[in-house]
């Protein structure tokens, strides 16, 4: 989740008052950030992914003086006609069709709203780009190149550029293999025979989208005018994120002025900063909330969420959207800011007046009558986890490896498969308990996953129940007492024991469970190999049974 | 006769009794809080598809939760099957432009392949938005405490394998002020008395609200649960007609809490002279 530092100091500037760090403490997580860290001039806030414009100073700024009522409403943005052209090379269309540009004047920059930006640049590049797959950004000093600006792809070995943070020219295959941006990005690009770049009237590099800019327009503290460029294949995600940007430089004093973008079909002027439009019912909100609100309250509290609202008919309201807030996707999206206008605080608790009756799951029941009855025995319950590894599951225990539910990214090689029975985990417990007292006596009662083609997800989860006892005189006898002890307390009465072979379990002294004429366990002593394969010295008597017959 | 007397304070053999474990007993006591309240019980796949864990609940296909580095992802069984016909194509269209629910939708092309790839589920609400929409008469009120599945490195406050306790209550007219009561209610059942309500964000629900507890022996607000109420683009292409309020949060935050364990990964490795020492009232 995207943080972003406040300096209390800095932070007073952007909403025009002293504050202390323990009031924005207080009143920032009723905007729905939740605090990470303060400090004794800092506030460290974490915010959602729906609300990007809060990466910046001036957005956070922005809806924290709405919420305390100090400036509220519709921010309203200008964007006034400006002269620049981006002319659309139909050579980039196959590689990241669109872009869109702004040009931001006479804006007051400090080595501070540099990082700011270089933040909030990630920040978007990570929630609305999707990690600058959808979109990224490029923020340029504007005063070093001529429009009109080219957007046009180009061979990557031809072409060069001094990259940012570098001195000499290299070509563009050269920032894909040796510059550390390009090996992180270029999956984006370098699938394609030439790569996107945007050049000024004199062709000068800008910037070689999604991977770099060039040194040429680094932004420094003394740089008075921006270009902004966004590039991607998703118009729709380019123009969120150059709506929070643009809007948040326009915040910081910046006037915006309009880029001609020219497609070869088309010609779009951006950036748009027009409010949307969108309806609100005031008894779909209040029925929604359970609360009672007027008309005049619910325009109060969209106006403190810094939304302009008009009456449009009974009980009907016209919300304007300003355009950094690209989350809002849905009536009931509006529903959510008048609660957070009104104040979550404020809310009091209610009961849903419903009556129903309660009813325990058929199988969790079963797993606490086996929970019951093994305890009554005298074992102690372990739980572990579904996922482990064919080491422990199969050639610890003699076995070979079927077709299990497999993961395709596991974590680490320990939890890599699904099992497809209890006991193996119960043995690993039984090898990190070597040095506890004996006799242990442990079950787990729960699930394993088997592979079923005949279902939605072609596997099935199944409640088991293992139990092992070791000490000096375990023996078949003692365990096949606990397992039909077991049994007939759950009433599995059609049961028949028969002499079987299993890898796990000494020939001879093994029994497998039969009910329904289906094998649903096994009981025995464990084979000498398994107990040494655990280091485990003494001997262990052991039964797993699936449950699915007992239900 | 006479009777040889015993020293009475000299220690006897200790014997250990058979006993649930620690984390079960804590299982058990929000699963009573629930049935308490009225609520069933409820079960579903560990492995999912990806429509029911993501799509079914509006989370767009390329959704940072929904990538390789939070998600498990099956190698083998690799694909499932899809639901009804009208389930999907409802829940397809939603997604690309908001079908019928007035939602802008997400914009894009949704792609059944991407739905069908097999996961561990990584929330129980998979498992609760499949049974709505098989049960969708009001009241509705589900619970479970299961097992769910994070891409995540185990250290001392990650499992990549968890329980989570989840919670819905559908019905005519409930509301976000229902949902703060009943949570309230829920959490007092547990011992957290003092309980608050902040706004908060989850792709699925809206309006959101996080609930942070506070826990006196600690003298400090722990984060509790999500919650709130289902969007109109998740309950539409089911075709459930009233409100769904929802609420998820972890158990193994409870169960560190109620047992003073300050490493997760205490809690599944069943030390034998842990699981014996741990009173079972506590």
């Known amino acids: 989740m995207p943080v972003i530092t406040l300096d209390k100091d800095r932070f007073s500037q952007f909403i025009d008052r002293p504050i202390t760090v323990e009031e924005m403490a207080k009143w920032l997580p009723w905007l729905g950030a939740s605090i990470e860290e303060t400090g004794p001039d800092f506030v460290k806030i974490e915010f959602n992914p729906n609300r990007l414009d809060f990466s910046s100073y001036t ?42 540009g702004a040009a931001i004047y006479n804006i007051k920059i400090d080595a501070d709203s540099i990082a700011e930006l270089m933040e909030m640049q990630e920040d978007l590049h990570w929630g609305i780009g999707r990690d600058r797959r959808k979109a990224s950004i490029g923020v340029h000093n504007l005063d070093p190149v001529e429009a009109p600006f080219t957007y046009t792809a180009r061979d990557p070995e031809t072409s060069r550029f001094i990259p940012l943070g570098r001195t000499t020219e290299m070509n563009l295959k050269e920032i894909l293999e040796a510059h ?9 690009v370098d699938w394609a025979p030439k790569c996107p770049l945007l050049v000024d009237g004199k062709g000068q590099v800008l910037s070689m989208p999604p991977i770099i800019n060039g040194e040429l327009t680094r932004v420094e503290p003394t740089t008075r005018n921006l270009f902004i460029d966004v590039t991607g294949p998703d118009l729709n995600a380019i123009a969120k994120s150059m709506n929070i940007l643009v809007t948040a430089l326009a915040d910081m004093g910046g006037s915006v002025e309009s880029v001609q973008v020219k497609y070869p079909t088309q010609t779009i002027t951006s950036p748009d900063l027009k409010a949307e439009q969108m309806k609100l019912r005031i008894r ?7 609360l009672k609100l007027s008309e005049t309250q619910i325009m109060q509290a969209l106006s403190k969420c810094r939304l302009r609202a008009t009456r449009l008919g009974r009980g009907v309201l016209n919300v304007s959207i300003p355009p950094y807030r690209t989350d809002i996707l849905h009536e009931v999206d509006l529903v959510e800011e008048v609660a957070i206008g009104y104040g979550y605080y404020q809310l009091k608790p209610t009961r849903s007046a419903a009556l129903t009756r309660s009813k325990q799951h058929r199988i969790q029941q079963l797993a606490n009558h086996v929970r019951q009855v093994m305890i009554g025995l005298g074992f102690t319950e372990v739980m572990n986890f579904i996922l482990t590894n064919e080491a422990n599951e199969y050639v610890k225990m003699r076995k070979r490896v079927g077709r299990v539910v497999r993961l395709a990214n596991p974590v680490s090689s320990e939890y890599c498969i699904a099992r497809e029975n209890l006991l193996p985990s119960l043995m690993r417990n039984l090898a990190d308990n070597k040095h506890e007292t004996y006799p242990q006596r442990i079950f787990e009662v729960s699930d394993i996953i088997d592979v079923d083609k005949r279902t939605e997800t072609r596997s099935k989860r199944k409640l088991h129940v293992a139990a092992v006892s070791i000490h000096s005189k375990a023996n078949f006898t003692e365990i096949k007492s606990y397992a039909e002890a077991l049994m007939t307390n759950l009433d599995l009465q059609k049961r028949e024991i028969i002499a079987v072979k299993h890898a796990s379990f000494l020939d001879g002294r093994t029994a497998g469970i039969q009910a329904d004429g289906s094998m649903i366990g096994v009981l025995g002593e464990l084979h000498p190999e398994v107990l040494n394969n655990f280091e485990l010295e003494n001997p262990a008597g052991a039964f797993e049974i699936n449950l699915e017959k007992a239900i | 006769m006479k009777l040889r007397k015993f020293n009475v304070t000299a220690p006897g053999p200790i014997i250990h009794p058979g006993k649930v474990h620690p984390v079960q007993a804590v299982i058990q006591l929000v699963r009573e809080a629930f049935l308490e309240m009225g609520f069933t019980e409820i079960r579903g796949s560990i492995v999912q598809t990806a429509f029911w864990n993501f799509d079914a609940l509006f989370q767009p296909q390329d959704h940072p939760a929904r990538e390789m580095m939070d998600t498990f992802y099956l190698a083998h069984p690799k694909k499932g099957r899809l639901p009804r016909r009208s389930f999907v194509e409802a829940t397809a269209k939603t997604h690309e432009n908001g079908w019928t629910t007035g939602s802008k939708g997400w914009q894009y092309k949704w792609s059944p392949q991407e739905a069908k790839r097999l996961v561990l589920r990584t929330h129980t609400t998979s498992v609760t938005i499949h049974y709505l929409a098989e049960h969708k008469t009001p009241p509705v009120k589900a619970f479970s405490v299961d097992r769910i599945y994070r891409n995540e490195k185990l250290d001392y406050k990650h499992l990549a394998e968890l329980f989570q306790i989840e919670g819905i209550i559908m019905d005519k007219n409930v509301t976000l002020r229902d949902l703060i009561g009943t949570m309230r209610d829920f959490y007092l059942k547990l011992g957290l008395e003092k309980v608050e309500f902040w706004p908060s964000y989850f792709p699925y629900t809206e309006p959101s609200a996080q609930a942070t507890a506070y826990v006196p022996e600690l003298n400090t607000w722990i984060e509790l649960c999500g919650m709130g109420i289902f969007r109109p683009e998740v309950l539409a292409p089911f075709g459930i007609k009233h409100p769904v309020l929802a609420w998820g949060g972890g158990l193994e935050r409870l169960v560190m809490l109620k047992l003073g364990v300050d490493d997760i990964r205490l809690l599944y490795r069943n030390n034998l002279s842990w699981i014996r020492r741990h009173p079972i009232c506590q």
């Open chain 1, 59 to 100: 957005g956070v700024a922005r809806a924290f003086c709405g919420l305390m009522g100090w400036k509220t409403g519709l921010p309203e943005y200008v964007v006034k006609r400006g002269s620049i052209v981006i002319n659309v090379d139909e050579a980039v269309s196959d590689v990241r069709p669109y872009i869109l």
């Open chain 1, 180 to 188: 550390d941006k390009g090996a992180a990005y270029r999956h984006l």
């Open chain 1, 284 to 290: 779909y909100a209040n029925r929604l909330l359970g």
